[in-house]
């Protein structure tokens, strides 16, 4: 059939397609990869091939249509909530469908002259570097094919700074799955450094979070996080989350690599202030029970809830002792972790009169997908309200899991980016 008479053939069914002449590669689909997928699958990337010229996209092109369709692609796994997410690379109808016109007409190259315009990035990266911090020595990896590592690294600022914004750059990006970045004060900052050197080559294994599931524990303070593919951002005008002197940095970095021995240097870059309009923190809310192994998930079972639901404001005391929430506070940001038992993770506000405020919903927990998702417009805690933070696991296994920071273990945490109101 010519693309004439399919066109009438459809005509009914696919009105508006046959109008517009067929999606070219340079005119239409080139954005969409360039803007939303190239980021990552990318030469040397992280995802396991390049998309960078209608070529590689045509070999993919079934796969592609069928990621996109299934929105795998690009990774986003939050649904609809009440909130409003910024830096959602999320494909829009006509970007998902784009794919299958292009497919379906024969892939033309269209005019390499007549480009079409490109889409705007999903996140703005920052207006200026600070500082920028690396790992003491580059790291070879140790395990296959995941290595989780921590990597103490000194703060060098002598006064209280607020870090604005944050940014990573990863010096293998085909092995850097994803990085947070913890920051430990400056009562507990000798722990990490004695962890360093108990383990041979730079770093120490963690998984959980920084501490890795050792007896002793340093707070596990959230100072920001990154994904392949993120052009780092800012927080919010006029937030900032502050630094005081003699903290130490701990670089988690998620390693994933067929054989051991990859090497990586990665780097980290912030933008900061010496004073900001609001202090914000990254407030982690869990049950403490839980931590203290009332969290079971026995051997065999699935749909596991596990859930807290209460007012936070004291627990977030704990992590922010001189903060104060006596209006309540704004939550700017929501990251779930779980490990790899999680299914389903959802985080909302619950007000008095039985309204819900849906922050977070994720409901294919994917441990390797986790990120912080960003409001546009902050959700409103007051005093009354309660968050309510649910975790539903599947265990398969044959062993009971309990709490703990190791890989066999479970979690159940959502980190908030909160500042007072
Ligand atoms: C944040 C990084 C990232 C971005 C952005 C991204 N990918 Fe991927 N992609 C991956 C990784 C990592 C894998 C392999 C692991 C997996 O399947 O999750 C992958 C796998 C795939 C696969 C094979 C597996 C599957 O799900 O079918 C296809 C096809 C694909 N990507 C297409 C795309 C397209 C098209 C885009 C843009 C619209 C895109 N990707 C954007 C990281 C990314």
Redesign the pocket.
Known sequence: MTPRVACLAFALLLATACGRPAPTWHGDVRP??EG??A???AAGG???FP?QDAAAVRA?AE??V???EAR????WQASEADVTYREN?S?TEAQVALFRQWMEAGMPEGDPTRPGAPLAPVSAGLGRVDLELALPTAYATRRAPDDYRCFPVDWPQSAPTYVTGFDALPGNPAIVHHLAVYLVPPDSAHLPAQWDAEEEGPGYTCYGGPSGGRDSTVPTLLLSAW???FAGSTLPDGLGILVPPGSRLVLQVHYNAAQPGAEDLTRVRFQLADAVQTRAVYAPWLKLDWVAGSMPIPAGTSGVLHQVVDDPRDFFKLFAPDFDFPNGFNVHSAMFHMHNLGRHGEALILKPGGERVRLLDIPRWDF?GQREYRFTAPAAFAPGDKVALRCTFDNPGATDVNWGEGTADEMCVVNLLVTPR
């Open positions: 969409v990869v939303r997928c980021g990552c699958h992280v995802a396991p998309l993919h796969a592609i069928a990621s996109v795998r692609m690009p990774p690379p494909l994904i392949p593919g390797h």
